[in-house]
């Protein structure tokens, strides 16, 4: 079982607002990374650091962190930001990576 | 242009060995944290196994003592030796290049199955 813990599925119409959350220990010293995964593809590093995008990322996509709990909020949601989105961070063991179960995004 | 070309999946019986290689082209491997994560089918992403620019290597406690990662620095590939392979091994398998701590370069992934 996953330490970071993710909501399965979150829906937004198109064009609002989503966030999509990650829980567990290791968010209270570290910062999460989210990914962003599509059907047959492999997944797409969107989030990272306090809230920094890499080259190519839209920025209606942005992060946040308080207490055990990050975020990653879509700000306008897209038809094309319908996907699968994973956080990861250190695990509470020590190990250098765990990842959360995933949320499926579906744009309505 | 950075770019990661995993090799080596297919079909292996339980209890037995397979090797994977990933490519690197755009930067230097041994340079870099380089990891390993798998999926399995409809499944999420697990992280699998890191080594460290220094060489320094770490591993999930579901392959801990059965899979090695390794990089051949003169060919600029990472690999990662799988042996005792089971059943629940079987899942896509992609390399990717650590930033700190964020995976930012992802190879295309390449599926090992391991059946009888």
């Known amino acids: 079982s996953s330490e970071l813990t993710q909501d399965p599925a979150v829906s937004v119409a198109l064009g609002q607002t989503v966030r999509i959350t990650c829980q567990g220990d290791s968010l209270r010293s570290y910062y999460a990374s989210w990914y962003q995964q599509k059907p047959g593809q492999a997944p797409v590093l969107v989030i990272y650091g306090k809230n920094n995008r890499p080259s190519g990322i839209p920025d209606r996509f942005s992060g946040s962190s308080s207490g055990n709990t990050a975020s990653l909020t879509i700000t306008g949601a897209q038809a094309e930001d319908e996907a699968d989105y994973y956080c990861n961070s250190r695990d509470s063991s020590g190990n250098p990576w765990v990842f959360g179960g995933g949320t499926k995004l579906t744009v309505l | 242009e950075v770019q990661l070309v995993e090799t080596g999946g297919g079909l292996i019986q339980p209890g037995g060995s397979l090797r994977l290689s990933c ?37 999930a406690d579901s392959v801990k003592g ?16 799988m042996n005792s392979l089971r059943a629940e091994d079987t899942a896509v398998y992609y390399c990717a290049r650590a930033l700190g701590r964020e995976l930012d370069y992802w190879g295309q992934g390449t599926l090992v199955t391991v059946s009888s």
């Open chain 2, 23 to 59: 490519a690197a082209s755009g930067f230097t491997v041994s340079s870099n944290y380089m990891s390993w994560v798998r999926q399995a089918p409809g499944k999420g992403l697990e992280w699998v196994s890191v080594i460290y620019s220094g060489g320094s290597t770490y591993y």
């Open chain 2, 66 to 81: 059965r899979f090695t990662i390794s990089r051949d620095n003169s060919k600029n590939t990472l690999y990662l030796q």
